[in-house]
Structure formats: structure tokens, C-alpha cells
């Protein structure tokens, strides 16, 4: 059974910093597409950013610069380091497994293209 557990939200304040953290379990996702997507309240899920297989990356206009992706494959966890987060920065943060089986060349950030997902952890920006 294929879990993502996401952590490390919480709240800040503008200008702050936050680490979030997916450990995996039952998936072994060295091999494929991870990312980050982010969900605010009455918008839709985007893609925040993304790591491809063998750690090339991808992010959204609004992050570049300030967020970072990585991944610890003897760990099997996925990170996202956040600085300078502003208030538009809040949300729900999402991890994300392509589940395809295949390798990942390409890092992407579009949603329809991931089938497992985590519960989410919630990020709260405040000015």
C-alpha cells in the first residue's frame, strides 16, 4: 500500500521560513516524477515544484527563488525548503508520486499526471 505522509507545515510569519518533509512507504520513488502542489482557499491545485529522476528540478514563476525541492533516495523522502514565504504562500501542500513504474526525465508540475498523493500539510503565511 503506497502512503506519502506529508509534515512540517505550520504557521509564519511573512518573510519566514518553513521545511516540509514526504516520507513514502510501500513505493520506492527514486525513479520518478515528485512534486509539490499547493491548493489556497476557492483556488485550484497547482504545481509548486518539481524533481525529475535524476534530480533535475522545476518551479512555478511565483517560487523561483525561494523555494527549493529535494529528495534523499536512502530515505525516501521529498523536501521542500521555503523561504521568504509570503501570504499568498498559504495553503494546503501537497506531495506527489507519478506512479508509472517508469523513469522520470522530465520534471512536471501538472497535476493530472500524478496518482499518488498525501493528505496535505497546511501552510499558513501571515503579513
Known amino acids: 500500500q503506497v502512503q506519502l505522509v506529508e509534515s512540517g507545515g505550520g504557521s509564519v510569519q511573512a518573510g519566514g521560513s518553513l521545511r516540509l518533509s514526504c516520507a513514502a512507504s510501500?513505493?520506492?520513488?527514486?525513479?520518478?516524477?515528485m512534486d509539490w502542489f499547493r491548493q489556497g482557499p476557492g483556488k485550484e491545485r497547482e504545481g509548486v515544484a518539481a524533481?525529475?529522476?535524476?534530480?533535475?528540478?522545476n518551479y512555478a514563476d511565483s517560487v523561483k527563488g525561494r523555494f527549493t525541492i529535494s529528495k534523499d533516495n536512502a530515505k525516501n523522502t521529498l523536501y521542500l525548503q521555503m523561504k521568504s514565504l509570503k501570504p499568498e504562500d498559504t495553503a494546503m501542500y501537497y506531495c506527489?508520486?507519478?506512479?508509472?513504474?517508469?523513469?522520470?526525465?522530465?520534471?512536471?508540475?501538472?497535476?493530472?499526471?500524478?496518482?499518488?498523493w498525501g493528505q496535505g500539510t497546511q501552510v499558513t503565511v501571515s503579513s
Open positions: 506527489a508520486a507519478d506512479g508509472s513504474g517508469g523513469y522520470c526525465y522530465t520534471p512536471i508540475l501538472h497535476p493530472a499526471d500524478f496518482a499518488y
Open positions: 524533481i525529475a529522476a535524476d534530480g533535475s528540478t
Open positions: 510501500g513505493y520506492t520513488y527514486s525513479s520518478s516524477c
